[in-house]
């Protein structure tokens, strides 16, 4: 939840904000674009953040971020290379990218003059 208003009321409206390895998903995913599916994404994520994931985490959170609109999965055809298994593809939806741009936004703002934000050459040890 969180508290907005005017001048002297405030009101409960509830935002949908996405987690971190949601936001680094759809992003990913938006990078890869037409190549975007389950293996090149987890790929992509362990070699741009440093951090692995496990497969488990990475469909569960497709399907959920599917399941709030931002995603949209189809399977592909099958493939030699998988062995005669067809790739999971991935597309972020506008409301998908809407979120991203959203959680991006908040993330730049919350930052603005912090000590990182303003000189990275000399963010403290």
Request: contains cysteine.
């Amino acid at each position: 939840m969180c508290l907005t208003g005017g001048h002297d009321k405030y009101h409960n409206v509830a935002l949908t904000m996405l987690g971190e390895f949601e936001y680094l998903l759809i992003t990913t995913a938006a990078k890869l674009g037409n190549e975007a599916y389950g293996a090149a994404i987890r790929e992509t994520l362990a070699a741009t953040t440093g951090r692995k994931c496990s497969i488990g985490a990475l469909y569960t959170t497709i399907d959920r971020l599917e399941t709030k609109g931002f995603l949209k999965t189809w399977m592909g055809e099958a493939t030699a290379q998988r062995g005669g298994r067809a790739k999971r593809m991935v597309r972020v939806t506008p409301k998908g990218v809407q979120a991203a741009r959203s959680f991006y936004e908040a993330i730049a703002s919350a930052s603005r003059g912090a000590s990182w934000a303003i000189n990275k050459a000399r963010v403290p040890s």
